[in-house]
């Protein structure tokens, strides 16, 4: 019986390390991918991200069976990334401050968007279901930001919290020239200087 208790947990040890290496694996991939999808676009080779990321290409395919799993992870990590960034900011900012700071993280994220563009619209299914879910997750996210701007008297309430994402989108996305980022970041200070006023 004490051998038996022993081994145990011995036992489960290796299991539990596959997890982690498993997870370490599929962020390795997540990010190589990102890295290979901003140089090459749609041409991204799946070969080379798995030498990016140090596995094999059957590791690749063991997480991700299809190169539309892949790509939609990249594109779902960067909203994952920008929702949690709100939460962090929420804590540790003034409200002024943390909405501020999380409009010019939007602003890198529809920089990584614009670059995965080509890439993005190669998706069988297209990228409508990819944008509508992460519009949606993004829309809850500032809105929860400026009402707390609001409720700290930092920002008037007759904002449209979704109005801030539209106008910053439009200088990315309508006929943008190599200055759009320095563009929507000076919106951006205008925007909230005009509602702190």
């Known amino acids: 019986m004490a051998r038996t208790g022993v081994a145990g947990p011995t036992a489960a040890a290796p299991g539990r390390k ?10 390795r991939l997540v990010a190589a991918a990102k890295q290979v999808v901003s140089e090459q676009g749609a041409t991204a080779s799946l070969e080379r991200v798995a030498r990016e990321a140090g596995v094999s290409i059957a590791t690749l395919y063991r997480h991700f ?34 909405l501020r700071l999380w409009l010019l993280l939007f ?15 190669t ?4 990228p409508e ?16 930001l400026v009402r707390n ?5 930092s920002l008037r309430a007759d904002i449209q919290p979704l109005d801030l994402l539209r106008a910053i989108g439009g200088i990315a996305n309508v006929s943008p020239d190599k200055n759009w980022k320095q563009s929507a970041v000076g919106l951006i200070e205008l925007l909230l200087r005009g509602l702190q006023e």
């Open 129 to 144: 279901p990819l944008f509508r879910e992460s519009s949606d997750r993004l829309a809850a996210t500032v809105e929860t």
């Open 65 to 98: 069976p299809e190169r539309d799993v892949l790509i939609e992870a990249v594109y779902r990590e960067e909203v994952d990334s920008l929702v949690g960034a709100a939460s962090d900011l929420a804590r540790e900012r003034e409200p002024i401050e943390a």
């Open 123 to 126: 998706l069988i299914r297209g």
């Open 149 to 153: 701007a609001e409720e700290a008297s």
């Open 107 to 121: 602003v890198d994220f529809l920089e990584v968007k614009q670059g995965m563009s080509e890439v993005l619209g």
């Open 18 to 27: 596959q997890r982690a290496d498993a997870a370490r694996n599929r962020a």
